[in-house]
DNA sequence: GATTTACACTAGCGCTTGCTTGGTTGACCC
DNA sequence: GGGTCAACCAAGCAAGCGCTAGTGTAAATC
């Protein structure tokens, strides 16, 4: 067994599971389903992960970490402005939910069939995301571009954003550009 | 069997069901574990509902049909303004997650194990409900209360209002009219 | 040339699943 | 006091489940 590395193989193993978890849902999904769509045997499934639920972490892990590093790099890039550091954060969000989407659904809809060590050691990687949001959140609250309790806006938004996962169309007119552009007009308040 | 009824007992055990549905997902609760609940054998179950699946939509159908009724009644009893009318919905909402929690739950993370058949039904029913907020939004939109696309709009509120479910703490110091006060100022643009 | 490693295979164990069947119970009705 | 009916039960079926054991084999490593 071969279990805990991260091959080239095993993430593309890992993106085909992604899938079919949305189509399915995580429960189910059976091994044999997943072996099928990966073209192997049932029983070599259990060369790449230890269990099922090895698979459904790895691809929330997946998801999460590109989510953190496409955020972090949308910010090192836009200038110091409230304003846009808080359309860069909305713009990279939904720009995951286009290369990404399979696994931020699954996150999004099996995070509570994590069992609880797999789900401590995520919750610590989407803690360090949110923390982002937070920080950005606060910039734009002092500089009275928002207002309101900080707690409230931050769910607010990421509320409004995670939802557009349920009717978001990539194909459509729209760009995740517009979308964060609109969001953040919606609730800044000039002067 | 006795299906497609709405007695009262079949009313309960519909709300047994949304509680189980909720703390352990409806893929692995099954006919055993309801039937426990409820205090019958599970054969028992299907004298009540024709399978498993119908168990299901019933919960979802049951917390739609509240919201609707519930938000109806918010929009008759406040004054016409497009702001006002806005926070009744917006609390009529919150308070629908407070009392019938579960059944929204449900809703949101399991709306795609439907049947297409019974997805076909109540998405009718969800498509009144979303309708009477499209009306609301129009209206502020019209008055200039807000700003932006008109779909756009709709769908950033129901995203942060249907997120809600994910962190909001009844018992904490945070009440639905709270709430619901701080997102129409976020998104408000008063003259 | 021998050994190890990575990856795949077949076969199947032990258990759980949703649902069916055939029958019993007790309250109510004319 | 026979008939009706919703509500329930015990038992079990066929199918499918996650996962293990043991084996084969081509490439990499010594």
Same mark, same amino acid.
Do not use: C
């Given at each position: 067994m071969n279990v805990m590395n991260d091959s080239p193989r095993r993430k593309e193993l890992t993106r085909q599971a992604a899938q079919l978890f949305v189509q399915e849902g995580?429960?189910?999904? %059976? *091994? !044999?389903?997943?072996?099928?769509?990966?073209? @192997?045997? /049932?029983? /070599? &499934?259990?060369?790449?992960? !230890?269990?099922?639920?090895? @698979? $459904?972490?790895a691809v929330i892990e997946e998801g999460t970490q590109n989510a953190l590093v496409i955020a972090k790099a949308a910010l090192e890039e836009c200038d110091n402005s409230a304003e846009a550091r808080l359309q860069a954060?909305? !713009?990279?969000? $939904?720009? %995951? $939910? $286009? %290369?990404?989407?399979?696994?931020h659904v *699954?996150?999004?809809?099996?995070?509570?069939? &994590? =069992?609880?060590?797999?789900?401590?050691?995520? /919750?610590? &990687?989407? =803690?360090?995301y949110e923390a982002l949001w937070e920080e950005v959140i606060d910039a734009a609250l002092a500089e009275g571009l928002i207002h309101g309790d900080r707690f409230l806006v931050a !769910?607010?938004?990421m509320g409004a954003l995670n939802w557009t996962v349920r009717w978001y169309d990539p194909a459509g007119p729209r /760009?995740? =550009?517009?979308l964060a552009h609109e969001l953040v007009a919606m609730i800044t308040h000039r002067v």
């Open positions: 995580f429960d189910r999904t %059976t *091994v !044999r389903m997943l072996a099928q769509e990966m073209g @192997i045997k /049932s029983g /070599s &499934l259990f060369h790449h992960f !230890r269990d099922k639920q090895e @698979i $459904l972490a954060m909305a !713009r990279a969000h $939904l720009e %995951t $939910l $286009l %290369t990404d989407r399979n696994a *699954v996150a999004l809809y099996e995070w509570r069939r &994590l =069992d609880p060590e797999a789900r401590d050691h995520l /919750s610590h &990687l989407r =803690d360090a !769910r607010f938004v /760009s995740p =550009d517009d």
